[in-house]
């Protein structure tokens, strides 16, 4: 399984980002999930998608972003608007099948077997 995000780059606060993740089989079955990292730090589930399309997100985006999955095109998006200079970090999509949940706090990077490269976000104020 192969994914790839794309979409990140420098930003002001206040502005807006979509980022996206192709992967290469459909994410129909499966849980998907942006994380970001910053140096020095455990990389943090901002929000999830389930297979049956439930969403959840952390607290720290709450309100600001939107995960959603084209099945069509096995691509998966992470919207982000009103960005803050804390949403400065690596982004990355994983994917993970046969989870038993697949909801933010409920799982870990640890829980995810495959990772894109990811895409540094830099939001300046």
């Known amino acids: 399984v192969q994914l790839m995000e794309s979409g990140g780059g420098p930003a002001q606060a206040g502005g807006h980002l979509k980022l996206s993740c192709v992967l290469s089989l459909s994410p129909r079955k499966w849980c998907m999930a942006w994380f970001r990292q910053v140096p020095g730090k455990a990389p943090e589930g901002v929000a999830l998608?389930?297979?049956?399309?439930?969403?959840s997100y952390a607290d720290s985006v709450k309100g600001r972003s939107a995960i959603s999955k084209d099945i069509d095109k096995n691509t998966l998006y992470l919207d982000m608007n009103s960005l803050k200079p804390e949403d400065s970090a690596m982004y990355y999509c994983?994917?993970?099948?046969?989870?038993?949940?697949?909801?933010?706090?409920?799982?870990?990077?640890?829980?995810?077997?495959?990772w894109g490269q990811g895409t540094l976000v830099t939001v300046s104020s």
């Open positions: 998608i389930g297979p049956d399309g439930w969403r």
């Open positions: 994983a994917a993970q099948d046969a989870l038993p949940i697949c909801i933010v706090g409920g799982l870990t990077d640890a829980d995810f077997s495959y």
